[in-house]
């Protein structure tokens, strides 16, 4: 089957998607890291645009200024420890229902399953920490600016630290 | 970032078209609704499903832009699911650029 990107948006806003939202430049070659290891020797990472944070411990992503600012999108990120049970993580995103999530966080950032993985031996490992960030990053032209200087760096930086040799990316 | 960094990425995406433009090094794109990219909560067997085919491709994949589609097909209703995905409120963005939106002729 070929999956269709717009399925589930009104015609409307899918047609003004498509007219008005802008890449913030195109790479001149996308860079491509080929897998060193059999997965089942591989340490993972896992990174969701889903806007996901610690209830009660960690400071939700500021829709509050998005509130104010529409055309600007909170570019910092959260860790999310691999030990988070379910009823402990809280969502901030304002541009899709979070009810699911807030359920089940592992429909955006699958920390027990890729557990089930390593513990049936088809992963190496699960990385102790997993990553998440909001995913709307402004209008028309997102500005990665942060995320390329400072917050994807430091997310980089902490993965090598932990052995992560492959992530799993998981948009909202 | 990642992959210049010296780690492999696996995206799940639901918007193809999207991944195709602009370049990735590798995606499995699934018709899932917006915020569901692995399924439903609580279906454990969906979500790892989503899971190996994304792994599987991680571990088969020799160069960029690699972008399969998977079969799955969403278990409920489609026509319902057009709403239930998208926030209660319209987000800032949206609530914006309404005017301009709803002026685009159908």
């Known amino acids: ?172 | 970032m990642f992959e210049e960094g010296g780690i492999s990425t696996i995206l799940v995406t639901m918007m193809p078209s999207w991944a195709e433009k602009y370049g990735v090094p590798r995606a499995v794109a699934v018709e899932f609704p917006f915020g569901h990219p692995l399924g439903l909560p609580g279906s454990l067997h969906m979500q790892t499903a989503v899971i190996k085919d994304a792994l599987k491709l991680l571990e088969e994949s020799t160069g960029p832009n690699t972008i399969v589609h998977l079969e799955h097909a969403w278990p409920e209703d489609e026509t319902e699911w057009r709403r239930k995905w998208q926030p209660e409120a319209a987000s800032p963005l949206i609530a914006k650029y309404l005017d301009q939106i709803r002026a685009i002729k159908t």
Do not use: C
């Open chain 1, 1 to 172: 089957m070929v999956v269709d990107s717009y399925k589930w948006l009104p015609y409307r806003l899918s047609a003004w998607m498509q007219m008005e939202w802008q890449a913030p430049g195109e790479p001149a070659t996308t860079p491509f890291t080929p897998l060193a290891k059999p997965l089942n020797s591989t340490r993972f990472a896992l990174l969701t645009t889903g806007g996901l944070y610690l209830k009660g411990q960690q400071q939700p992503f500021d829709v509050e200024r998005e509130a104010r600012e529409p055309d600007w999108g909170d570019p910092s990120y959260r860790v999310i420890p691999k030990e988070t049970m379910l009823g402990e993580i809280e969502v901030a995103h304002t541009h899709y229902n979070p009810a699911d999530a807030v359920e089940d966080l592992n429909i955006l950032l699958p920390i027990h399953r890729f557990t089930e993985l390593e513990k049936a031996g088809e992963i190496g490992s699960l990385a102790p920490s997993a990553y998440s960030v909001m995913g709307y990053q402004g209008h028309p032209v997102p500005d990665y600016t942060q995320w390329q200087e400072r917050y994807g760096p430091e997310i980089l930086e902490q993965m090598k630290a932990e052995g992560v040799e492959a992530l799993l990316l998981t948009p909202a």
